[in-house]
């Protein structure tokens, strides 16, 4: 390659990392994306501390007798406290067991029973503010299983949220169920699953599965993927700047006096591209603690690795080459945006598909995706590290991306070389098409 | 020896339109070449084909006798009509950045930024930023970068336009001091009075065609009429040489008869004893020459 290249590059680079505003950049963004999310945490940490300590009392009138025979006969006083640190537990059945007590207390919720003919007390505690709502489980229930609840008009979607009804549910599975079955099936019957994740590896050996191997294995092949698109994004904002300062300056003849428009493009591309990455990398310091949190579990493989960093190459090539070239042809940065923002938008799309490819990474979409020039990039690098993309998909899916990217950067060098030298006229898109034609 | 720039039959279109057609010169070793033409005549696109930055679309262009190289922009030293620098960047910082650009490495660019800024007597101005400095501070930071590689070609786009005298004559000494080093230069301009001064030959362009090309003396001797300047005390209607006569504040134009030549004129003048104070063969001016070949109106020589 040749050397003006890395003249231009170093040039490049350097003329951003050292500009305050790409230190005032690196460093305020994670502030400022960090800060508000601290601010956050810290009041709605402070505000369901707050919470916790409100305990919603719902009412529960029991017409169909399924609680107990009489469900307040075991009720504690009021103001009696049930086990330390926990609420007082204000109905009526004892059959409940220590598990469920902790979760009435984790969901500050509790209920109180009233007499089945109680209809018009709970109404009036209601309208008190005795109980927030109140559970009417008419005599039928047990034939419809049909419960209705009435609460205040403004207020039902937050009581309901509050998961009474499923707590109400194992209140009557209790109750139901109570001296009818043994103690072990009311406890299958309200937990009849918990499964227990096994992997089967390559070699056949079989292994706990561990949140964080998941974790680990998805990481690296989405953090490239992200990698990229922020690269991209970083970097398309410098090239298009450097371009715009440029030609602002009447700086471009002087240059190409010197080099040829593809060494010009292909510095400007390096350095720019090294600047992006050397902001997303102190970002990433910036995100230390986590990484270090889940890197023993990072799965390292190095075919993976030098193929994910070869789709990363060419992507970047691809997508910072095509911005380079549009948006040579804008006379200020703003206009120079808007005509590479159809590339940018492009890269982005991926990013919309990218549940689909995590979860089907061998679907027709999946691998129709990773051929495509445009989208095969990132796609292909969370395919790859899925292990789901074979040779043959790997293989073609880089031969169309190198001669995409080979026809895209003549394109985009042919482009840049009219583009950079049009001052204070914006060509047409007739003009456009003679040029790339010529 | 071959020329060192030789344009064969250049033809260069836009949109259709012709912007330069059918131009073919020589530029030898040495030599100040003038490309002369008013604003939008084509000497700006002509001297982007000669450095390469656009392509013509039919004929050739040759450096030494073959068709430019990747190296061969190393040794061409460019001044752009659309002058630019990097204004937030340091001076030695812009001077460093194209001379390695020419393919100087960097202790010998560094070397180069700090001679010439000594040899302009802009030492002070090493560390600034181009955007602190005036207008003239960086017309001269724009020469230096033109020449600080050491080129054998220098090529000079309008570098006399929107010059204040004095600039301008910086301007002027520094083409004479390139030339005196034995640089080839070409410059374009559309300001005829400094191509009469500096240039050894010229390429006259007008709607992109060559209206004229050769030595500039002949050129204007070509041009002329046959024509003295003079002041004398003598009745100019008793000469028997001269067609007519126009004066014109203390000097008189006489325009003699076809067949005489000034020095028969001053034979003439000396056996009759006349007294002369002033003397001079009329040249036509390359400005009177231009309009009048742009007008159709040239004189057959």
Same mark, same amino acid.
């Given at each position: 390659?040749?050397?003006?290249?890395?003249?231009?590059a170093q040039?490049?680079y350097?003329?951003?990392v /050292?500009?305050?505003?790409f $230190?005032?950049?690196?460093?305020?963004?994670?502030?400022?994306?960090? &800060?508000?999310?601290?601010?956050?945490?810290?009041?709605?940490a402070?505000q +369901?501390?707050?919470d916790?300590?409100?305990?919603?009392?719902?009412g529960?009138?029991?017409?169909?007798?399924?609680?107990?025979?009489?469900?307040? #006969?075991?009720?504690? #006083?009021?103001g009696?406290?049930?086990?330390?640190?926990?609420?007082?537990?204000? !109905?009526?059945?004892?059959?409940?067991?220590?598990?469920?007590?902790?979760?009435?207390?984790?969901?500050?919720?509790?209920?109180?029973?009233?007499?089945?003919?109680?209809?018009e007390?709970?109404?009036?505690?209601?309208?008190? %503010?005795?109980?927030?709502?109140?559970?009417?489980?008419?005599?039928? !229930?047990?034939?419809?299983? /049909?419960?209705?609840? !009435?609460?205040?008009?403004d207020?039902?979607?937050?009581?309901?949220?509050?998961?009474?009804?499923?707590?109400?549910?194992?209140?009557?599975v209790?109750s139901?169920?109570?001296?009818?079955?043994?103690?072990?099936?009311?406890?299958r019957?309200?937990?009849?699953?918990?499964?227990?994740?096994?992997t089967?590896?390559? +070699?056949?050996?079989?292994?706990?599965?561990?949140?964080f *191997?998941?974790?680990?294995?998805?990481l690296?092949?989405? %953090?490239?993927?992200?990698?990229?698109?922020?690269?991209?994004?970083?970097a398309?904002?410098?090239?298009?700047?450097?371009?715009?300062?440029e030609k602002?300056?009447? $700086?471009?003849e002087? &240059?190409?006096?010197?080099?040829?428009?593809?060494?010009?493009? %292909?510095? /400007?591309?390096?350095?720019?591209?090294?600047?992006?990455?050397?902001?997303?990398? $102190?970002w990433?310091?910036?995100?230390?603690?986590?990484?270090?949190?889940? &890197?023993?579990?990072?799965?390292?493989?190095?075919? #993976?690795?030098?193929?994910?960093?070869?789709?990363?190459?060419?992507?970047?090539l691809?997508?910072?080459?095509?911005?380079?070239?549009?948006?040579?042809?804008?006379?200020?940065?703003?206009?120079?945006? #808007?005509?590479?923002?159809?590339?940018?938008?492009?890269?982005? &799309?991926p990013?919309?598909?990218?549940?689909?490819?995590?979860?089907?990474?061998?679907?027709?979409?999946?691998?129709?995706?990773g051929? $495509?020039p445009?989208?095969?990039? +990132?796609?292909?690098?969370i395919?790859?590290?899925?292990?789901?993309a074979?040779w043959i998909?790997? *293989?073609? +899916?880089?031969?169309?991306?190198a001669?995409?990217? !080979?026809?895209c950067?003549?394109l985009?060098?042919?482009?840049?070389?009219?583009?950079?030298?049009?001052?204070? /006229?914006?060509?047409?898109?007739?003009?456009?098409?003679?040029?790339v034609?010529? | =020896?071959?020329?060192?720039?030789?344009?064969?039959?250049?033809?260069?279109?836009?949109?259709?339109?012709?912007?330069?057609?059918?131009?073919?010169?020589?530029?030898?070793?040495?030599?100040?070449?003038?490309?002369?033409?008013?604003?939008?005549?084509?000497?700006t696109?002509?001297?982007?084909?000669?450095?390469?930055?656009?392509?013509?679309?039919?004929?050739?262009?040759?450096?030494?006798?073959?068709?430019?190289?990747t190296?061969?922009?190393?040794?061409?030293?460019? @001044?752009?009509?659309?002058?630019?620098?990097?204004?937030?960047?340091?001076?030695?910082?812009?001077?460093?950045?194209?001379?390695?650009?020419?393919? =100087?490495?960097?202790?010998?660019?560094?070397?180069?930024?700090?001679?010439?800024l000594?040899?302009?007597? =802009?030492?002070?101005?090493?560390?600034?930023?181009?955007?602190? @400095?005036?207008?003239?501070?960086?017309?001269?930071?724009?020469l230096?970068?033109?020449?600080?590689?050491?080129?054998r070609?220098?090529?000079?786009?309008?570098?006399?336009?929107?010059?204040?005298?004095?600039?301008?004559r910086l301007?002027?000494?520094?083409?004479?001091?390139?030339?005196?080093?034995?640089?080839?230069?070409?410059?374009?301009?559309? =300001?005829?009075?400094?191509?009469?001064?500096?240039?050894?030959?010229?390429?006259?362009?007008?709607?992109?065609?060559?209206?004229?090309?050769?030595?500039?003396a002949?050129?204007?001797?070509?041009?002329?009429?046959?024509?003295?300047?003079?002041?004398?005390?003598?009745?100019?209607?008793?000469i028997?040489?001269?067609?007519?006569?126009?004066?014109?504040?203390?000097?008189?134009?006489?325009?003699l008869?076809?067949?005489?030549?000034?020095?028969?004129?001053?034979?003439?003048?000396?056996?009759?004893?006349?007294?002369?104070?002033?003397?001079?063969?009329?040249?036509?001016?390359?400005e009177?020459?231009?309009v009048?070949?742009?007008?159709g109106?040239?004189?057959?020589?």
């Amino acid at each position: 390659m040749s050397r003006k290249i890395w003249i231009v590059a170093q040039r490049e680079y350097l003329a951003v990392v /050292k500009r305050w505003g790409f $230190i005032v950049t690196v460093v305020m963004i994670p502030l400022a994306i960090a &800060l508000p999310s601290v601010i956050i945490g810290f009041i709605s940490a402070h505000q +369901s501390a707050k919470d916790e300590q409100k305990t919603v009392v719902l009412g529960v009138v029991d017409q169909a007798r399924v609680t107990g025979d009489d469900p307040t #006969q075991d009720l504690p #006083q009021k103001g009696q406290s049930g086990p330390p640190g926990e609420v007082p537990v204000l !109905y009526g059945s004892l059959r409940l067991q220590l598990e469920l007590a902790r979760w009435v207390n984790r969901q500050g919720i509790s209920f109180r029973f009233y007499e089945p003919d109680a209809f018009e007390t709970a109404q009036m505690d209601m309208k008190v %503010g005795r109980v927030r709502g109140f559970y009417v489980i008419p005599e039928e !229930y047990l034939k419809t299983g /049909k419960v209705i609840y !009435y609460g205040r008009a403004d207020n039902v979607f937050r009581d309901r949220l509050r998961s009474g009804d499923s707590l109400l549910g194992t209140v009557l599975v209790d109750s139901l169920l109570h001296n009818k079955v043994s103690p072990m099936i009311v406890q299958r019957v309200k937990s009849p699953l918990m499964v227990e994740e096994l992997t089967v590896g390559e +070699s056949g050996q079989i292994a706990k599965n561990n949140l964080f *191997v998941t974790v680990g294995r998805n990481l690296l092949p989405l %953090g490239f993927g992200m990698l990229l698109m922020v690269s991209l994004f970083m970097a398309s904002g410098y090239l298009l700047h450097g371009v715009a300062v440029e030609k602002g300056n009447r $700086i471009m003849e002087l &240059l190409l006096s010197s080099v040829t428009p593809v060494e010009l493009m %292909g510095g /400007k591309l390096i350095g720019l591209g090294a600047a992006g990455l050397t902001q997303v990398t $102190i970002w990433l310091l910036f995100a230390l603690g986590p990484v270090l949190f889940v &890197l023993p579990a990072l799965e390292f493989r190095p075919l #993976q690795f030098v193929l994910s960093l070869l789709y990363f190459l060419l992507g970047y090539l691809l997508f910072g080459s095509l911005i380079l070239g549009l948006g040579s042809l804008g006379e200020t940065q703003h206009e120079a945006q #808007q005509l590479a923002g159809i590339i940018t938008f492009t890269a982005a &799309l991926p990013l919309v598909f990218s549940g689909l490819i995590l979860t089907n990474p061998d679907s027709t979409l999946s691998r129709l995706l990773g051929f $495509i020039p445009f989208t095969a990039p +990132s796609v292909m690098i969370i395919r790859i590290g899925l292990r789901s993309a074979g040779w043959i998909d790997t *293989v073609g +899916s880089l031969a169309v991306l190198a001669l995409s990217v !080979y026809l895209c950067v003549s394109l985009a060098a042919k482009l840049f070389r009219i583009g950079v030298l049009l001052y204070g /006229k914006r060509p047409t898109i007739p003009e456009i098409w003679r040029w790339v034609w010529a | =020896m071959p020329p060192v720039i030789s344009l064969k039959s250049i033809y260069k279109s836009f949109d259709q339109k012709a912007a330069v057609v059918d131009a073919s010169f020589d530029v030898d070793e040495g030599e100040v070449f003038g490309v002369l033409g008013p604003n939008g005549a084509g000497k700006t696109t002509l001297i982007r084909m000669l450095i390469d930055i656009i392509k013509p679309d039919s004929g050739r262009i040759l450096f030494y006798g073959h068709a430019l190289e990747t190296g061969d922009k190393d040794t061409i030293g460019y @001044l752009p009509e659309e002058r630019g620098l990097y204004k937030k960047q340091k001076v030695h910082e812009v001077l460093t950045y194209f001379a390695r650009l020419k393919g =100087m490495d960097g202790p010998a660019a560094r070397a180069g930024v700090t001679h010439y800024l000594d040899l302009l007597e =802009m030492a002070d101005v090493r560390n600034k930023r181009v955007e602190d @400095l005036s207008k003239g501070m960086q017309q001269k930071i724009q020469l230096i970068a033109a020449i600080i590689a050491g080129p054998r070609i220098v090529i000079l786009d309008e570098p006399f336009s929107g010059l204040d005298p004095v600039n301008l004559r910086l301007v002027r000494d520094f083409i004479w001091a390139l030339k005196k080093s034995g640089k080839t230069v070409l410059l374009s301009t559309h =300001m005829m009075v400094q191509v009469e001064a500096i240039c050894d030959r010229l390429f006259m362009i007008y709607d992109g065609r060559c209206v004229l090309y050769g030595p500039v003396a002949e050129i204007k001797r070509q041009f002329s009429d046959n024509a003295i300047l003079m002041r004398a005390a003598v009745d100019y209607a008793r000469i028997p040489m001269i067609g007519r006569f126009t004066t014109n504040g203390d000097a008189t134009k006489v325009y003699l008869k076809s067949g005489f030549v000034p020095l028969d004129l001053l034979q003439w003048l000396t056996e009759q004893k006349v007294e002369i104070s002033y003397f001079e063969q009329a040249y036509a001016s390359l400005e009177d020459i231009f309009v009048n070949i742009v007008k159709g109106k040239t004189r057959e020589p």
